[in-house]
């Protein structure tokens, strides 16, 4: 039962991030495509936005597919951890708990179901079991979150500075 249980978290958080993927790549589902992520990614003051643009999508995107299917666990994990983290702290965070509010809460269930899937491994039935591949634990995923909180941590310092406010004209 376990494993049955591993397969249906992988296959429903994996297919949400590919979708959501997809949007940002390819523009389906009604989402932006590339030209309107790399300009979201601008307006968050992402620096060089393009190559960050596709880095996030290509993580959500491969990153959902790979959970799904279960292909050397925990790195997709890790790249949908790291698009997770940086969407909280850039975009959901300021607006607290609640995502009716558009907060973090929808984020911080993807991060929890990855963490599960990276710790306890894909299960009996993925590709990882089919292909036996056994990436070496636990220094993969050591490694790994290392990596992964230094590429947040690059993203969200290299942001390009606040614009200046403009100066109003005092009114005598």
């Known amino acids: 039962m376990v494993a049955l249980g591993i397969l249906i978290l992988r296959l429903v958080i994996g297919l949400t991030l590919a979708a959501h993927g997809a949007q940002k790549l390819f523009g389906w589902f009604g989402g932006p495509g590339m030209n309107g992520w790399t300009g979201a990614m ?3 003051r992402i620096r060089p936005a393009t190559p960050w643009a596709w880095m996030s999508a290509l993580a959500e995107l491969g990153g959902g597919l790979g959970l799904a299917v279960g292909l050397l666990t925990p790195l997709p994990s890790l790249a ?5 983290l940086v969407a909280i702290a850039l975009v959901h965070w300021p607006r ?3 995502v009716t509010k558009g907060g973090y809460e929808f984020n911080l269930a993807i991060l929890a179901g990855v963490a599960a899937v990276a710790l306890t491994g894909a299960g009996a039935y993925s590709l990882d079991a089919a292909l036996r591949i ?5 220094v993969t995923l050591i490694v790994g979150t290392i990596l992964l909180l230094a590429g947040v941590a690059v993203a969200l310092t290299t942001r390009a500075p606040e614009p200046a406010a403009e100066a109003r004209p005092q009114v005598t």
Do not use: C, Q, R
């Open 42 to 44: 601008n307006h968050m």
């Open 80 to 84: 949908i951890a790291g698009s997770m």
């Open 96 to 98: 607290g708990f609640f």
């Open 134 to 138: 056994h990436l070496p634990e636990p």
